[in-house]
């Protein structure tokens, strides 16, 4: 296992320099996430001016209302389905039923 060391990084909205610990840094790399660009005091004021109110290091989906849906022909049915992403047609879409058949 690797040991990360504690470095020093320069926020890109305020300039300020903030730690990036090992223990942070073990977390971003287990998750295959990059380094943070910003500061905690800033990552969480972009954070709130989303509505965010997701958890932990990686944030979360907004909570600011229903999550927009878009009807879809079912690739295996036919049937139409509503599904949290606008299709490009490039992969199949599933409704609900063929997808967890499929799982």
Same mark, same amino acid.
Request: net charge positive; charged share 25%; hydrophobic share 25%.
């Given at each position: 296992?690797?040991?990360?060391a504690d470095k020093t990084l320069t926020?890109? #909205?305020?300039?300020?320099?903030?730690?990036?610990?090992?223990?942070? /840094? /073990?977390?971003?790399? #287990?998750? /295959?996430?990059?380094?943070?660009? &910003?500061?905690?005091?800033?990552?969480?004021?972009?954070?709130?001016a989303r509505g965010d109110s997701g958890g932990g290091f990686?944030?979360?989906?907004?909570?600011?209302?229903? &999550?927009?849906?878009?009807?879809?022909?079912?690739?295996?049915?036919?049937?139409?389905?509503?599904?949290?992403?606008?299709?490009?047609?490039?992969?199949?879409?599933?409704? +609900? #039923?063929?997808? +967890?058949?499929?799982?």
């Amino acid at each position: 296992m690797y040991a990360y060391a504690d470095k020093t990084l320069t926020c890109a #909205d305020c300039g300020q320099e903030f730690a990036f610990t090992g223990t942070e /840094q /073990q977390f971003y790399a #287990d998750r /295959q996430f990059s380094e943070p660009r &910003r500061c905690p005091s800033c990552r969480a004021a972009r954070k709130a001016a989303r509505g965010d109110s997701g958890g932990g290091f990686g944030g979360g989906r907004s909570s600011s209302g229903p &999550r927009e849906m878009f009807s879809a022909t079912c690739s295996s049915c036919g049937r139409t389905a509503e599904v949290p992403f606008r299709p490009t047609g490039s992969k199949p879409v599933y409704c +609900s #039923d063929c997808f +967890s058949a499929r799982r």
